[in-house]
């Protein structure tokens, strides 16, 4: 018997229009792909604005450069800790209800940033900045929504194909941000405040479009697709999720891959400007080695997943590990050598988007069908948490120690990663 889903896919929903099937996956998954692709698109173009100009308007807000740190920790925060009641929302309601709700809640933190600046309020300002990181939990979790309906032998290049989709924002957006904050020139809102008025509608439209065309819902068609007895055995709540990870050591393998991957490139990525300042590097230089640490990050990211598919994921998680220890060593010995850095930037990002692509699949992969949201948003709450401390204590290496010695520390930190793949890979059986 072929497991039908009806088109309107939610709970209580209205009555059916038609039947999905087995037969209408293809056409499904290049409809969901594209949605999902337009989404990150616009997510990437909204929240590369906070990355940018949240230091910024901290520093105008308290009047102190000393707190300006803490508008970009009050982002990351937001996204770690909106990651489990998103994904809590997802497992019962589906993919849709969750990516939109983040989409709205980074809209109305946008819109509070905005106003902390008109009543000069910093608590306001760091609220609106957490409530902001939202935006960056939908964008994450979209990969995983692409992959809820992608064939197993391909669910690293889905996966990959809307992380890249995040390029053409993530370029776009910073330098769309002064164009945008000009338009409020003359205005009671700040040029500097302006480009989150511009990231709130973004969000906005984003919303509208995940709720308009992603139909039927990605999540609830893999259910009503899957077997009968998985889906009736399975138990759907983040305890499930948790127990599920346990149960699994490919799936622990896969979030310490994507925790520690994650990490290390933070850690790295958020110094390097002020290693790159200490030798006296201008901010031009700076932005070009950052662009190109982007680029690594997400336009290399459909070879990391044809990689995945093609050779397995356990391979790419340790290309991963190699790139990045590669990354540590160009940069931490770069010293004035600008271009060595730059190079070290650039592997950095392509080794987090091995290790994200790879680790991502590999999650998906092993765990019940009925437990995968609620794991997904357990690994980006990880993933988040261990970057936002990551972070923190990269400025106090750099500080008391050096900027090699950072470097050296994220190459420690790979060691677990590798010795749990090296261990998997010889003790998983030929078959798999």
């Not at 499904?28 to 173009?45: C, D, E, N, S």
């Not at 933190?109 to 409530?131: D, I, N, Q, R």
């Not at 070290?344 to 992969?365: E, I, N, P, Q, Y």
Request: charged share 10%; with cysteine.
């Amino acid at each position: 018997m072929t497991n039908t889903l009806d088109a309107s896919d939610t709970p209580g929903g209205p009555a059916p229009t038609g039947r999905v099937t087995a037969a209408d996956l293809p056409g499904l998954r290049r409809r969901t792909t594209a949605v999902l692709i337009a989404g990150q698109i616009l997510g990437g173009l909204g929240v590369p604005v906070g990355i940018t100009l949240a230091p910024v308007l901290a520093t105008r807000v308290s009047g102190s450069e000393a707190l300006s740190g803490l508008a970009p920790t009050a982002s990351v925060t937001g996204t770690a800790l909106l990651s489990l009641p998103l994904a809590a929302l997802m497992t019962s309601r589906g993919r849709r209800p969750g990516l939109v709700l983040a989409y709205l809640i980074g809209a109305l933190g946008a819109g509070l940033v905005v106003l902390s600046t008109l009543v000069e309020s910093f608590p306001l300002l760091l609220l609106g900045m957490a409530a902001f990181g939202a935006g960056s939990s939908a964008n994450l979790q979209a990969r995983f929504a692409a992959a809820d309906l992608a064939e197993p032998e391909r669910r690293g290049r889905a996966i990959s194909t809307v992380i890249w989709a995040t390029t053409i924002g993530s370029v776009a957006g910073p330098n769309i941000a002064a164009p945008a904050g000009r338009v409020f020139r003359g205005t009671a809102v700040s040029e500097t405040a302006g480009p989150f008025v511009w990231a709130a509608g973004i969000f906005l439209l984003a919303a509208l479009v995940i709720a308009v065309l992603l139909r039927p819902d990605p999540l609830l068609t893999a259910r009503a697709l899957a077997p009968r007895e998985s889906n009736a055995a399975g138990n759907r709540s983040l305890r499930a999720g948790v127990a599920a990870v346990r149960a699994s050591p490919m799936a622990r393998l896969a979030l310490v891959t994507v925790a520690v991957s994650h990490t290390v490139m933070a850690s790295i990525m958020v110094m390097t400007p002020v290693d790159l300042g200490h030798h006296g590097a201008d901010l031009q230089l700076v932005g070009l080695v950052i662009s190109g640490h982007i680029a690594g990050m997400y336009a290399f990211s459909p070879v990391m997943g044809w990689l995945s598919d093609r050779f397995g994921r356990l391979t790419v998680i340790g290309l991963a590990v190699g790139l990045l220890s590669l990354a540590a060593l160009l940069a931490g010995t770069a010293g004035a050598a600008h271009g060595r850095t730059a190079a070290g930037l650039f592997v950095l990002g392509l080794g987090w988007s091995a290790g994200l692509v790879a680790g991502s699949a590999l999650l998906t992969d092993s765990v019940p069908q009925p437990a995968r949201a609620a794991v997904q948003g357990l690994s980006d709450l990880t993933m988040n948490a261990s970057a936002g401390i990551g972070g923190a204590v990269a400025g106090v290496i750099v500080s008391r120690a050096s900027y090699g010695w950072l470097n050296l520390t994220g190459a420690c930190l790979l060691l677990p990663m590798a010795a749990l793949a090296l261990r998997r890979s010889l003790t998983r059986p030929a078959s798999a």
